[in-house]
């Protein structure tokens, strides 16, 4: 509400916005978090909402998502997730570092996890993780579709942070796109296309031997922002030319193992060598 007001021009709207959610975090903070900022329920979506929503202040955020990953590491990296935490869970992991634990949950084939229906034969989203138990009995049909979109949310993350297509709430349609591939998990390649008001938006990411291939097509009139995981900027190439020699790509920053590019409309053909 409050950006919405902001981008509306509602000035007193924005304000009124503002001290509410100041007023509501308050709250919250008094309610359900210690002083040390240990949340009242430790559950894995009581800190996935609290971190994902800003609830908590800067200083205890860390600490927070730290605590959120040692409860799943106590669960012999399992999700323990429903309908309200899972979309962001895995959100939540990369925003705060955590992405090599996000694709353990994402890879994990027992009960509770994504691969646990598909090794049970499934060929939808089921609306329960164990929907059919490990016996292959049911559990109650009061409660039980087999075609239930919820924990299908984790598309939203592997289309964002593991093929890297994203946006930038200031620039939104994907006029001004953010492309940021995240390798990991064991994965060898990952693509993902998106028909954009502009045209197809394309990141298609392998690994081969010491080499990390990027391959994107930016739609006409619009531009991008590229992090490519790699030190520095002299192991990077486009098409082959060394990246400082092409005239179409603006280095932004480099810094904790990520050049920031940015570019226009084309085809483009990065290689990093490891």
Request: charged content about 20%.
């Given at each position: 509400?409050i950006n919405?007001?902001v981008v509306?021009?509602?000035?007193?709207?924005?304000?009124?916005?503002?001290?509410?959610?100041k007023k509501?975090?308050d709250?919250?903070m008094r309610?359900?978090v210690t002083?040390s900022?240990r949340?009242?329920s430790?559950?894995?979506?009581?800190?996935?909402?609290?971190l994902?929503?800003?609830?908590?202040?800067?200083?205890?955020?860390k600490?927070?998502a730290d605590?959120?990953?040692?409860?799943i590491?106590?669960?012999n990296?399992?999700?323990t997730?429903?309908?309200?935490g899972?979309p962001?869970?895995?959100?939540?992991?990369?925003?705060?570092?955590?992405t090599?634990?996000?694709?353990?949950?994402?890879?994990?084939?027992?009960?509770?996890?994504?691969l646990?229906?598909?090794?049970?034969?499934?060929?939808?989203?089921w609306?329960r993780w164990?929907?059919?138990?490990p016996?292959s009995?049911?559990?109650t049909p009061g409660?039980?579709?087999?075609?239930?979109y919820?924990?299908?949310?984790?598309?939203?993350?592997?289309?964002?942070?593991?093929?890297?297509i994203?946006?930038?709430?200031d620039?939104?349609g994907?006029h001004h796109s953010?492309i940021?591939?995240?390798p990991?998990?064991?994965?060898?390649?990952a693509?993902?296309?998106?028909q954009?008001g502009?045209?197809?938006?394309?990141c298609?990411?392998?690994l081969?031997?010491?080499?990390?291939?990027?391959d994107?097509?930016?739609?006409?009139n619009?531009?991008?922002t590229?992090?490519?995981?790699a030190?520095d900027?002299?192991?990077i190439t486009?098409s082959?030319?060394?990246l400082?020699?092409?005239?179409?790509?603006?280095?932004?920053s480099?810094?904790?193992g990520?050049?920031e590019?940015?570019?226009?409309?084309g085809?483009?053909?990065?290689?990093?060598t490891?």
């Amino acid at each position: 509400m409050i950006n919405a007001a902001v981008v509306l021009g509602k000035k007193e709207e924005a304000a009124a916005y503002t001290q509410l959610l100041k007023k509501i975090k308050d709250a919250f903070m008094r309610e359900y978090v210690t002083p040390s900022g240990r949340l009242i329920s430790g559950t894995q979506t009581a800190y996935t909402l609290a971190l994902q929503f800003d609830m908590l202040p800067d200083e205890l955020r860390k600490a927070a998502a730290d605590r959120l990953v040692q409860n799943i590491k106590d669960y012999n990296y399992h999700l323990t997730t429903g309908f309200l935490g899972t979309p962001y869970l895995c959100h939540v992991l990369s925003r705060f570092g955590y992405t090599a634990v996000a694709y353990r949950l994402l890879l994990q084939e027992s009960y509770p996890s994504w691969l646990y229906p598909v090794k049970m034969g499934a060929t939808t989203i089921w609306e329960r993780w164990d929907g059919i138990r490990p016996d292959s009995s049911f559990q109650t049909p009061g409660m039980n579709s087999f075609n239930h979109y919820s924990y299908g949310a984790i598309g939203d993350w592997m289309y964002r942070v593991v093929a890297g297509i994203d946006t930038y709430e200031d620039d939104p349609g994907y006029h001004h796109s953010r492309i940021e591939p995240h390798p990991g998990g064991g994965l060898t390649f990952a693509s993902a296309d998106l028909q954009t008001g502009y045209g197809k938006l394309a990141c298609h990411w392998r690994l081969d031997n010491d080499s990390l291939f990027i391959d994107l097509t930016i739609p006409a009139n619009t531009t991008s922002t590229v992090s490519i995981p790699a030190p520095d900027g002299g192991r990077i190439t486009e098409s082959d030319h060394p990246l400082a020699q092409v005239k179409e790509i603006s280095v932004e920053s480099v810094g904790h193992g990520i050049l920031e590019v940015k570019i226009g409309s084309g085809d483009y053909h990065f290689k990093v060598t490891r």
